[in-house]
């Protein structure tokens, strides 16, 4: 599991009947310089590429997020799903203290 920050939703004009009335979020990947400032972590985007990840959680902008990719992202589903992340955790906090 990966963790990052939703930066925004997508929409869909046309999707597949797998698909409909999914939820999408984009999501910035945090990075290890998110985790290495104590009291005052980077904000904006990550140097990471941002993702869109399928959401059933209710997810929204500003959130931080767990989320997996490959092949664990389609288990959920009873069908065969081309789905290549998928949020898995609305994280409230993140308890890190860094090495001195």
């Known amino acids: 599991m990966r963790v990052g920050s939703v930066i925004g939703r997508v929409t869909l004009s046309q999707t597949i009947p797998a698909f409909c009335g999914a939820r999408w ?3 910035s990947p945090f990075t290890r310089d998110h ?8 904000t904006g985007l ?11 959680l209710g997810g929204g902008l500003g959130d931080t997020v767990g989320y997996v990719e490959g ?7 009873a069908q065969p799903t081309p789905v290549d992340a998928i949020t898995v955790a609305i994280v409230d ?8």
């Open 25 to 27: 979020l984009l999501i």
């Open 35 to 42: 985790f290495q400032h104590r009291h005052n972590p980077p």
């Open 46 to 56: 990550s140097k990471d590429f941002s993702l869109v990840a399928y959401d059933d």
């Open 71 to 77: 092949r664990e992202a389609a288990m959920p589903f």
């Open 93 to 100: 906090d993140v308890f890190y203290t860094p090495l001195a």
